[in-house]
């Protein structure tokens, strides 16, 4: 019998027979109730509360050679201080926050940025990423593929393209995101100084950067 009928006594209790009596008495229905018999309600089933994103995912992208990259999340922006104090150490960065961007596979635009020529210069390759390229993020056990679709600059100089970098639909702040996009940002060093653009902000970065977008696919 179920939660809902375990405490049920069939409801009005039929004539009780009284021994030694001449007469017969017949119990009025809420008499014959017992506190028991009031149906319960079964207790709502809790919502499982979503695992915490792990500090690290790892990044892997078969057409540069890289394999298991370490990105680690931080809140912020893309390029602060905090962002290029990781990315000094090694692994790549992922801004979290108003400022930065979203967890990998969420809705908008999930923010990955590392040095090209400096500090084990794991985005060396990155501009030579071409559309239609798969980048594979491994968070926990899940396991994210994005397809490179668009090529994108973004100057430091600027706080409209700073915008548009951070964007939940990168280029477009302010326009609603409709699926969940990469962007892979690394700097434009060697391309500056070629344009004698020497310019760089207080971390070291130039002024300009090379950001790779993406769309997830799987």
Not at 147 to 156: A, G, K, L, V
Request: hydrophobic share 30%.
């Amino acid at each position: 019998m179920g939660v809902r009928g375990a405490g049920l006594l069939g409801g009005v209790v039929g004539p009780l027979l009284l021994l030694g009596c001449a007469s017969t008495e017949r119990e009025s229905p809420r008499a014959a109730e017992s506190p028991s018999s009031t149906p319960t309600r079964p207790a709502p089933t809790p919502t499982p509360t979503p695992a915490p994103e792990p500090r690290r995912s790892y990044l892997t992208i078969p057409a540069l050679g890289l394999t298991s990259v370490p990105v680690v999340r931080y809140v912020g922006t893309p390029d602060d201080a905090e962002g290029t104090r990781i990315q000094n150490g090694g692994p790549t960065a992922s801004p979290r926050g108003p400022g930065g961007g979203e967890g990998p596979g969420e809705l908008g635009n999930f923010i990955v940025t590392g040095h090209r020529t400096s500090h084990s210069a794991p985005f060396r390759d990155l501009p030579e990423l071409r559309n239609g390229d798969l980048v594979r993020v491994r968070t926990g056990k899940v396991v994210r593929e994005y397809r490179i679709t668009d090529t994108r600059s973004t100057s430091f100089r600027s706080a409209r393209s700073l915008a548009e970098q951070a964007a939940a639909v990168p280029g477009r702040p302010g326009a609603e995101p409709t699926r969940a996009m990469i962007t892979l940002s690394t700097c434009a060093t060697p391309e500056d100084h070629a344009q004698g653009n020497y310019w760089s902000d207080r971390f070291g970065n130039p002024e300009h950067r090379i950001d790779k977008i993406g769309v997830l696919v799987g």
